[in-house]
């Protein structure tokens, strides 16, 4: 399986990774062949490209840390919870809790997921698309925590905590005015003090209305705490923000920069760990950062590379302990001709030692 971003899909290409619709059914299976027509639609979604299966990708495998079918019903739900959450406040049905019990549900079984897999890396490129960024981006933020939960050996029950306050760490941005949260324009400095008020209306509309276990509201009011005190809303500095806090706070800053906003351009996950590495001890724990990186792949497999030596190659499998070192499979020679495709280790080959990526290569179809 390989990823082909959107200006290199071609018909004919066939799907290597179920894609799903606005309302999160399924719109192309796994082995289905796209058409003008379904190309057409993925751009229209806003999806920055797909996963497709073919001979010269065919022993690359790329595998999620959940089940797709589990991510889709989260972000069904979560969205779900927001609509109901929304009208609530607006007096209107009294549907909520059955919402924010389904979420709890998926965040337990998205705990089991990460559990059983826990040796995998984070090795996808995230596939949001623009209408629903909120929902896609919480169960991201979500699992993304509950995997750092994970490698610090945390408990079934904060791994909950961390996840509840994961997904619903935005929940606060229902009573922002959506002109000012969708804004593609800088915002102005008053429009930045309301926006900055979400994390406070969050933490007491979970702690007032749900049966909520206090360590995740806590932790939903602290998620844009930074380690160094520069955040809000009180300024708090290393460990006074509690350890889940600090979590849902890398995760969050991680998974935004990655995607594509109305006023910025997504960045490749290489380009977003170097942020969040530079931010250790800063922004961020530095602890933390240091399981980031083992956890997630700054070159996911199935992605294109480029070598300090010219050659270009897909990337095929990922190593926690060297994130920058991945097996690569050289398709393209320095002339940019296609050659028999061959394995390197930038990890374990002594004799590679000096050749490092330098990038992520504009497609190859
Ligand atoms: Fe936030």
Redesign the pocket.
């Known amino acids: 399986m390989r990823f082909v971003p959107v200006h290199g899909l071609m018909e004919g290409m066939a799907v290597g990774k179920s894609l799903y619709d606005i309302n999160h059914k399924l719109l192309l299976s796994q082995g289905s062949v796209i058409t003008r027509t379904y190309i057409d639609r993925i751009v229209q979604l806003g999806y920055q490209g797909i996963y497709i299966d073919d001979n010269l990708s065919a022993d690359i495998e790329v595998k999620d840390v959940i089940r797709d079918e589990l991510r889709m019903k989260a972000i069904q739900s979560l969205k779900e919870a927001f609509i109901y959450t929304d009208l609530e406040t607006k007096g209107g049905q009294k549907q909520v809790k059955d919402k924010i019990d389904i979420t709890k549900m998926m965040i337990t079984n998205i705990v089991e997921d990460i559990l059983e897999n826990k040796d995998t890396m984070i090795n996808l490129i995230d596939l949001k698309f623009f209408d629903d960024y909120t929902f896609f981006h919480s169960v991201n933020v979500a699992v993304l925590s509950i995997l750092v939960g994970v490698e610090l050996g945390l408990m079934r029950e904060q791994l909950f905590n961390l996840g509840l306050a994961a997904i619903l760490?935005?929940i606060?941005?229902i009573y922002i005015d959506k002109d000012i949260l969708n804004k593609p324009s800088k915002l102005t400095s008053e429009e930045y003090a309301i926006i900055k008020k979400?994390?406070e209306f969050?933490y007491n509309y979970l702690k007032e209305t749900y049966e909520i276990p206090s360590a995740a509201y806590v932790a939903v009011l602290q998620?844009?705490e930074q380690y160094d005190g520069q955040g809000y809303p009180s300024g708090k500095i290393k460990e006074e923000i509690s350890l889940l806090g600090r979590i849902i706070c890398l995760c969050?800053v991680y998974d935004a920069l990655t995607s594509n906003r109305p006023y910025r351009k997504q960045l490749l996950p290489s380009e977003a760990m170097e942020y969040i590495m530079a931010n250790g001890g800063v922004m961020f724990d530095v602890k933390l950062t240091k399981i980031f990186a083992r956890k997630v792949a700054p070159f996911p497999v199935g992605t294109y590379v480029r070598l300090s030596n010219g050659f270009v190659g897909i990337v095929s499998e990922n190593f926690e302990e060297a994130c920058m070192r991945p097996r690569v499979k050289i398709v393209l020679d320095r002339q940019g001709k296609r050659i028999m495709p061959r394995i390197v280790d930038l990890k374990n080959d002594r004799y590679l030692r000096n050749v490092t990526i330098t990038g992520i290569n504009d497609i190859i179809s």
């Open positions: 760490h935005d606060g941005k979400h994390s969050g998620h844009h969050d």
